[in-house]
């Protein structure tokens, strides 16, 4: 992979920078989102909790 050509300066293109690196990424396993969502559940309950 190529490095980057400048470090990204602003959160907008830092977004485009991760949407563009993960453009031709797989789609995730059914393990690899059980995995994801057991790590961001401590996050998320609590939202779903107060809506």
Same mark, same amino acid.
């Given at each position: 992979? #190529? %490095? !980057?050509?400048? &470090?990204?300066? /602003? !959160? %907008?293109? *830092?977004? @485009? *920078?991760?949407?563009?690196?993960? *453009?031709?990424? !797989? #789609?995730? /396993?059914?393990?690899?989102? /059980?995995?994801? @969502? $057991?790590?961001? $559940? #401590?996050? &998320?309950? !609590? $939202? @779903?909790? *107060? %809506?």
């Amino acid at each position: 992979m #190529p %490095a !980057p050509s400048r &470090i990204c300066r /602003t !959160p %907008a293109e *830092a977004y @485009a *920078a991760g949407w563009e690196d993960g *453009a031709h990424d !797989p #789609p995730l /396993t059914d393990e690899q989102r /059980t995995r994801v @969502a $057991a790590l961001l $559940a #401590p996050y &998320i309950r !609590p $939202a @779903a909790n *107060a %809506a």
